[in-house]
């Protein structure tokens, strides 16, 4: 595993109210980040799940079209439950969340801290969001910061997009990629005239676990040219992968942290999330030039080995900060945390 210079927890849920009544927080986490001219700016998902308990059935909560929180009840012998995450409802066929997401904003003057715990909310809308919105990741582009982010409906999984320049105001640039599609993170600038993503497809006649693929567009809007870059067979992750931090520039490349989840065949849960580091060429970037031989994050501290999901990494973010690379991850579904890896160690990991 890589030299942590450090590793600091940023936010937990007993840091914040609930935004609903009969609602606890049960995740502060994955969070998208970026500096600003007036510092640093937390894009956190929020998730909250229902206080109340039925005997023999298992709750789904949903945001009516008018925005109000309404909360579902299954008979819990009707529903596959092994996944703490997720339920299957027999009957339908469908799959529900056990709770529900939405944004905040924070802001941390020493990209370690949060300044204040008033975070403005940025609450789902629309029949696309209905079951929530999760796992932001902001790409500044010009003056503009465009956040990607997954949107949870009956429709299925989907990546839609907002933009913003002041983090007030947001504007919605609906799906960009349908469902079922996530972990999708923009490139930091165009390549050869054209915006570029990686993105998460997700079979459902499955030849393969999830792959990474990379798609490019010339508006951010329609993407295209569609290119398979990195599946499982060819990671260091036997169940999944998919994208983690939006890239950053680096000599001869770009440089990202996705990360991966390793289970068993047949074992219940969600398995182990680990990140590892991946460069792709800077004038071609489906072509990749190296990445790192195994994890370079675990987990490994209490809060990362126990939570709502126990055993999880999940990088969302990469800042260059002097001779250091800072990390912004969901730790164990629960909270938000940043670690730094020195530039010379990280590099090391995709050197040829
Ligand atoms: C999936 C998503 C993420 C979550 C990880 C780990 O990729 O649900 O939001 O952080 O699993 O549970």
Not at 128 to 153: K, M, N
Request: hydrophobic letters at 35%; glycine letters at 8%; a negative charge.
């Amino acid at each position: 595993m890589l030299n942590r210079l450090f590793t600091q927890l940023m936010l937990s849920p007993d840091d914040l109210q609930p935004r609903h009544d009969g609602m606890k927080i049960i995740g502060t986490f994955n969070p998208g980040v970026i500096d600003t001219p007036s510092g640093t700016v937390l894009l956190v998902r929020v998730c909250e799940a229902p206080i109340e308990q039925r005997e023999g059935y298992v709750s789904s909560p949903r945001i009516t079209p008018e925005g109000k929180l309404v909360i579902d009840w299954f008979p819990h012998h009707e529903c596959d439950t092994s996944d703490p995450r997720t339920f299957k409802h027999h009957h339908t066929g469908a799959n529900r969340l056990r709770f529900i997401s939405y944004l905040r904003v924070f802001r941390s003057g020493d990209g370690r801290t949060i300044d204040s715990l008033d975070g403005d909310v940025v609450y789902p809308e629309g029949d696309f969001e209905v079951f929530g919105i999760e796992d932001p990741r902001i790409t500044r582009l010009g003056e503009t910061y465009y956040i990607t982010y997954v949107a949870v409906s009956t429709h299925g999984v989907a990546t839609a997009m907002m933009s913003t320049t002041d983090f007030k105001q947001f504007t919605r640039h609906g799906v960009i990629f349908a469902p079922e599609n996530k972990d999708v993170v923009i490139f930091p600038e165009k390549v050869l005239g054209q915006y570029v993503a990686m993105h998460r497809p997700v079979p459902s006649l499955r030849f393969v676990p999830p792959e990474m693929w990379i798609a490019r567009s010339p508006d951010l809007l329609h993407w295209g040219n569609h290119t398979q870059l990195v599946s499982a067979d060819q990671s260091a992750h036997s169940d999944r992968v998919g994208g983690g931090t939006p890239p950053v520039r680096v000599d001869g490349g770009f440089l990202t942290i996705y990360h991966g989840s390793d289970k068993k065949p047949g074992e219940k849960g969600a398995g182990t999330y680990t990140g590892s580091s991946l460069l792709l060429d800077a004038d071609n970037p489906d072509r990749m030039i190296a990445r790192s031989t195994g994890p370079i994050m675990q987990p490994e501290y209490d809060f990362e080995t126990e939570g709502f999901v126990d055993a999880v990494v999940f990088p969302t973010a990469l800042i260059e900060r002097d001779d250091a690379y800072w990390v912004y991850y969901g730790a164990a579904d629960t909270h938000v945390a940043v670690t730094a890896f020195a530039k010379e160690d990280l590099l090391h990991t995709v050197a040829l």
